[in-house]
């Protein structure tokens, strides 16, 4: 399906109104306090929203997605779970994000939606972007090959097809969207695929402020997916508290059965990242994580 011409508006909240998890009403007492939230960020409610243009070799990650069990680790042979109005755990007990979709993973989904936001930083939220899968593939270090090709089409059907709400109980607002808004797309062939994708401008709200991280993506995007969520954890945090081992578990909604396997394979993560040059210090001491960054 060829890509057909787009309102030039789009990008305006009068057309994509910010839901505040009011399953897509408009609430006037929320939107007071979302425009309020904007304003002391210094970005005006009216729009249009754009997120910071950061350097190329940077992505940006919002703090509570990083903190979050939204992109799992589990064995690829493991079906992906299947949830509707699903509480996915957060480290911090005032956030909470609940879940509609099909299983997100930090293997490939991750990566996927970080890579399409770098594209999408360019314009204001709700614009079009362009790209195609040899472009997608290449930015993410993936081989150019059929299967590969087919891995982020899947992904990006995944990021189109669920809901995200976060509510923050200390901020008193909330937003519930879908990762990608829309896409249409170009050809089937495994080479020349285009893809054309929107992201809804309420994301703005999960990046005001201090409220996001950035990573440094070459050395991000090759960590295993159990470091890569580690690293989110500790990069979230500018002075991070220690980790428990089964919080991180938690944070993974990973399925590994057993302590000794858990400690085995988070102390091997810590070795991947200090390796990859991403901290000075990572260790294990007693049932926690620290971090020296």
Known sequence: MAPGPVDSTAASPA??????????????????????????????????????IWPSDIRELPNDYARSALFTVRNKTEKRQSMERHQIFHVHKEVKITYTGVELRADDDELVWQQILDYAKHKPLGEPIEFNLHELCNDLGWSINGRNYEKARRSISRLKANEVRVENERHSRGVAISM??????????????????????????????????????????????????????FASHKSPFP?????????????????RKWRSMVKAACGEIVAAAMVKAMWIEDDFVRCDR
């Open 15 to 52: 057309n994509f109104p910010l839901s505040l998890g009011t399953g897509g009403k408009e609430d006037p007492v929320h939107r007071a306090s979302v425009n309020a939230f904007l304003r002391a960020k210094n970005i005006d409610p009216k729009g249009p929203f754009q997120l910071e």
């Open 180 to 233: 990608i808004h829309d896409y249409e797309f170009e050809g089937e062939g495994e080479k020349g695929t285009k893809y054309r994708v929107r992201i809804h401008p309420n994301l703005i709200l999960l990046f005001a402020g201090s409220t996001s991280t950035r990573l440094t993506w070459k050395p991000y995007r090759t960590l295993t997916p159990i470091a890569r969520r580690l690293y989110d954890y």
């Open 243 to 259: 980790l428990k081992l089964s919080t991180f578990h938690s944070m993974c909604n990973s399925s590994c059965g057993t302590e």
